[in-house]
């Protein structure tokens, strides 16, 4: 796992948004998994202004998403697929046929979560995964204690989950109470993984994430395991790590093709 420290989100998303950028110049056609929430919201706005300003092209890039709400239409305002229509996608040259979001609103949803797969599959598998952090040590909807090796299928989200995305919805009452999600085998598959965890909520997860046991009881410890894991903190979400120094040190003294843009 290579842990990444930066002084701020800011800076952390900027990293990541160059991360990516350099995987779409690199391979044109290349299959990305996307998150939603808070915490990618400027890596998106920095890859839109790279495609404005400076020519990023995604007109033949493939995305899939990690998940969707049981029950929201796409037209729903905290529907998953409307958050990436209007905070990423209508803002760049992508194919809007190229990207896919489960479908929170299918007459049979264990075929949707089996279709999912297979596009995936069919797709050529996710180049680069993109994940963010729940407080409670979620990727994507897998909460605590679900298995490490799921695959995309329908999950019931945790007293937790609710508490910290209900502020959206107005009202805990408001929030759906089931979502779609990529399995953390289905994660793993992916060729390269990158997280972005910031903020001191954030900072036990982080810990139990990166240093504590591989377990089910931090769905993102399976991270652990990935032969190509990146994770991208500020200094406060990386405040309660024992070995911060460490992963600074081995930052710092990377060969020059190990090196981040």
Known sequence: MEILIRE?????????????????????????GLATGRTPLRLYQELIRLHREEGLDFSRITTFNLDEYVGLPATHPQSYR???DEHFFRHINIDRRQTHVPDGTAADLHAECRAYERKIADAGGI????????????????????????????????????????????????MPRHAITMGVGTI???????LLAFGPAKALAVVNMIEGPLAAMCPASALQMHPRATVILDESSSAALQYADHYRWIDQHKLDWQKHP
Not at 9 to 31: D, N
Not at 130 to 154: D, Q, V
């Open 8 to 32: 701020s989100q800011e800076a952390g998303c900027l990293l990541g948004a160059r991360i990516i950028a350099k995987l779409v110049r690199e391979k044109p056609a290349a299959v990305l």
């Open 127 to 174: 180049d680069l995964q993109l994940l963010g952090l729940g407080r409670n040590g979620h990727i994507g909807f897998n909460e605590p204690t679900g298995s490490l090796r799921s695959r995309t299928w329908i999950k019931i989200l945790s007293e937790q989950t609710l508490r910290d995305n209900s502020e959206v919805f107005g009202s805990l009452e408001a």
């Open 82 to 84: 409307w958050f990436m």
């Open 188 to 194: 793993l598959d992916a060729r390269r993984c990158l």
